[in-house]
């Protein structure tokens, strides 16, 4: 079902992007990877180990003339542009009282709006092609907060929203929109924690561990390969947030 199709995932040189990016060519995509600097060869060659092809872009999505770009050279490197992952995102996370407005502004220019400006570009492109694949990563935070990431929390509920908006505009053409929500998810941002704060950490998920890079990926397939899911936010958190 995806084999052939363009797949591009922003943030894709390490951790969730970089899993995603070769899930997706287990099943045959050529992808599209993006970052701000150069991924490595041994990235690259894992992926086209899978019989598959890739192109990387330089971009940072959270200027839209460089999301722009990146939509554009991906359709004209393999002619369509089928699933969009906004994987790319940072952290700057301080309490309220220490938080700067460059702080905020940072978090939500990059987790936000980049994700806005690729999706106005590659909507464009999907409405042409009467079909599509949209997948925002969001986060348990920007479901329930989280205490020092107002920035990080804000910018994901955004995300959510926007998902939620782009899913209603873009149906009627075949094109689902949809939002995983990681919650503490084994990569080199949980690394540095300490080990009380990861046991505390576990106490908090029913299942009392962190999931993998896999887990995130397998469900990013999943949200492409079914053409009858729009519009949701799919937890990855252990059973963290469990909505009614």
Do not use: W
Not at 34 to 62: C, Y
């Amino acid at each position: 079902m995806l084999k052939e199709k363009t797949v591009i995932v922003t943030g894709s040189s390490r951790g969730i992007g970089k899993e995603i990016a070769l899930a997706f060519a287990k099943e045959g995509a050529n992808i599209v990877l993006n970052g701000r600097k150069e991924p490595s060869k041994e990235l690259i060659q894992e992926i086209e180990s899978h019989g598959v092809k890739t192109h990387f872009v330089a971009a940072d999505v959270q200027y839209f003339d460089q999301a722009k770009k990146l939509i554009s050279e991906a359709k004209e490197t393999f002619g369509s542009v089928d699933v969009l992952v906004n994987n790319a995102g940072i952290t700057n996370d301080k309490l309220i009282m220490r938080m700067t407005e460059s702080d905020f502004e940072q978090v939500i220019n990059v987790n936000l709006k980049g994700t806005f400006n690729t999706i106005q570009q590659a909507s464009s492109v999907m409405l042409k092609q009467k079909s599509g694949t949209i997948i925002n990563m969001s986060s348990v935070s920007g479901l329930i907060g989280n205490a020092g990431q107002a920035n990080y929390a804000a910018s994901k509920a955004g995300v959510i929203g926007l998902t939620k908006s782009t899913a209603r505009e873009l149906a009627a053409r075949g094109i689902t929109c949809n939002a995983i929500a990681p919650g503490f998810i084994d990569t080199d941002m949980t690394e540095v924690l300490s080990e009380k704060v990861k046991d505390a950490a576990k106490q908090q998920i029913p299942l009392k561990k962190f999931g993998t890079v896999a887990d995130v990926a397998q469900t990013a397939v999943f949200l492409a390969k079914n053409r009858y899911i729009t519009g949701q936010v799919l937890n990855v958190d252990g059973g963290m947030v469990m909505n009614g």
